[in-house]
């Protein structure tokens, strides 16, 4: 499996808090960036997937809506997770 339980943590303690911080904005955007990239690289391979399709469709959206709540709320939080995760050019 690509995402088990010591992957989550690792992402959690460098994005979050600590390693049990799933809940803060930046370990989520992180957690959706990182399941966002292995999906793309799966539909590389495998254009007609579209159930892969639709579920990376929806991780965007839910990406999205966190980064704008993120942003409305903390905009150095913003700043910084973006940076980190190199979303925004």
Same mark, same amino acid.
């Given at each position: 499996m690509y995402l088990d339980a010591a992957k989550?943590? &690792?992402?959690? #303690?460098? /994005?979050?808090? $600590?390693?049990?911080?799933?809940?803060?904005? @930046?370990?989520?955007?992180?957690?959706? $960036? /990182? *399941?966002?990239? *292995?999906?793309? @690289?799966h539909m590389k391979l495998n254009r007609k997937? /579209? $159930?892969? &399709?639709?579920?990376?469709?929806?991780? +965007? #959206?839910?990406? *999205?809506?966190?980064l704008a709540y993120l942003k409305e709320r903390?905009? @150095?939080? /913003?700043?910084?997770? +973006?940076?980190?995760? #190199?979303?925004?050019?």
């Amino acid at each position: 499996m690509y995402l088990d339980a010591a992957k989550k943590q &690792e992402i959690f #303690g460098t /994005y979050g808090k $600590s390693n049990t911080d799933t809940g803060s904005a @930046e370990s989520q955007i992180a957690l959706f $960036s /990182y *399941r966002i990239a *292995r999906l793309t @690289e799966h539909m590389k391979l495998n254009r007609k997937d /579209y $159930s892969t &399709e639709r579920a990376l469709t929806m991780l +965007v #959206g839910k990406r *999205r809506a966190m980064l704008a709540y993120l942003k409305e709320r903390d905009i @150095e939080r /913003y700043r910084d997770i +973006v940076k980190k995760l #190199g979303l925004r050019k």
